[in-house]
């Protein structure tokens, strides 16, 4: 099972930003990447995805035009560039990869068998 590791949480004052890194231990351009994120007492929801074929992308709405997924394939990284952050998006962040996965409008847990343990990301002022 591929191993992931994210990167690059923190605490970021609101409208702030942060860009949150996912590493693997294998050819991450083979996997659909998924964000995900868990808020204390909430479940873990869908924040953006992108396909193996690095061709589609998709965001919850509660991010969109705020957040941007890309992959960094020279690093063999996906990134997920966030932007005008909320109180309401602090939450512990995760990635998911399913291999020759692709991204599904409703990003479910279920479409993704590889997780990593999480970066936490804090705003607050």
């Known amino acids: 099972q591929l191993q992931l590791v994210e990167s690059g949480g923190g605490l970021v004052q609101p409208g702030g930003s942060l860009r949150l890194s996912c590493a693997a231990s294998g050819f991450l351009l083979d996997y659909g990447v998924g964000w995900f994120r868990q808020a204390p007492g909430k479940e873990r929801e869908g924040v953006a995805c992108?396909?193996?074929?690095?061709?589609?992308?998709n965001y919850a709405d509660s991010v969109k035009g705020r957040f941007t997924i890309s992959r960094d394939n020279a690093k063999n990284t996906v990134q997920l560039q966030m932007n005008h952050l909320l109180p309401e998006d602090t939450a512990v962040y995760y990635c998911?990869?399913?291999?020759?996965?692709?991204?599904?409008?409703?990003?479910?847990?279920?479409?993704?068998?590889?997780w990593g343990q999480g970066t936490q990301v804090t705003v607050s002022s």
């Open positions: 998911a990869a399913e291999y020759l996965g692709g991204c599904p409008r409703r990003i479910a847990m279920q479409h993704f068998d590889s």
């Open positions: 992108i396909s193996s074929s690095g061709g589609s992308t």
